[in-house]
């Protein structure tokens, strides 16, 4: 047998794939139980976590099918197929996405759409931040996580009131009312806030979630518009913030971006007190009981 003989071929590859594949997949059945989706735990069970059945059923697929594409048998695999078998066993973005390249599929922008889980560690490090407000952030300005300073900052009243989904920055700066709105520099502020979202669109271009995203800013907004067509693109560096509360009054703060490698496409953002004046009122902000907002005129 020469050594070219010995080399693997693409056949060979495409096998230890679907060898995988079928590991993956045992593994994280495995680990799902059927309190996590809602079904009853039923009668004891030989092995941990949910039946092949169980899954199909959840995935709405065969269950030969299911079996099949577990045991590694070289079957087709459509992405709808992948993201209901995805959505069945609970995996988060990076499991998602190594499914889908075992599987020999490559995912749309739409499969990719979800956003990462923040482990406890990130809320741990946003706490000891304290007295500083801090937060994490997608390049969209949703808020993921936020520690109690920045909660107190804009206001119990806000966190999660926008269409239901996570509480995102620019859209209270461009909607809420001028006599509760907490931006206090927003001829500085919103130009850049708009063109840092232009950068990170342009990874995004097509992408369903960003589409609807810079379409519902568009239509609620006239401003935003205006912004978004000028095709303005920045990086996210230290920025100017000025923030006016109802309680503590004006706060100049740095917004500071801090990136995390193990969650893509998002940062912590630090507000750092500019003078000595502004670190007083930060420490006041600390003490307040409750710290909201004395109005509830938001949008």
Known sequence: MTVLEELPTASDGRHRRRTELARFL??????VTPEDVGLPAGPRRRTPGLRREEVAQLAGVGVTWYTWLEQGRPINA??????????????DGT???????LAGTSPSP?????PPELNQSIQVILDSLAPLPAAVSNTRFDVLGYNEPYRLLFGAERMGRFHGVAFNTLWCMLTAPSCCNPCGNPDE?????????????????????WEAHVQRLSARSELFRRLWERQEVAPAETLLRI???PKVGVLNLNATY??????????????????????????????????GWAHTCLT
């Open 110 to 114: 739409l499969a990719q759409a979800a």
């Open 258 to 291: 801090l990136t995390m490698p193990g969650v893509p496409e998002c940062y912590i953002v630090v507000y750092v007190p500019v003078a000595e004046q502004d670190r007083e009122r930060v420490e006041a902000l600390n003490s307040l009981p409750q710290g």
């Open 78 to 91: 459509s992405e709808q197929v992948l993201l209901a078998v995805a959505g069945a066993l609970r995996l």
């Open 189 to 209: 502020t919103l130009p850049r806030m708009v063109a840092l979202l232009r950068s990170a669109y342009g990874k995004h271009v097509g992408e369903p979630a």
């Open 243 to 245: 923030f006016r509360h």
């Open 26 to 31: 045992k593994a994280c059945r495995a680990r």
């Open 95 to 101: 499991e998602r996405e190594h499914l889908f390249r």
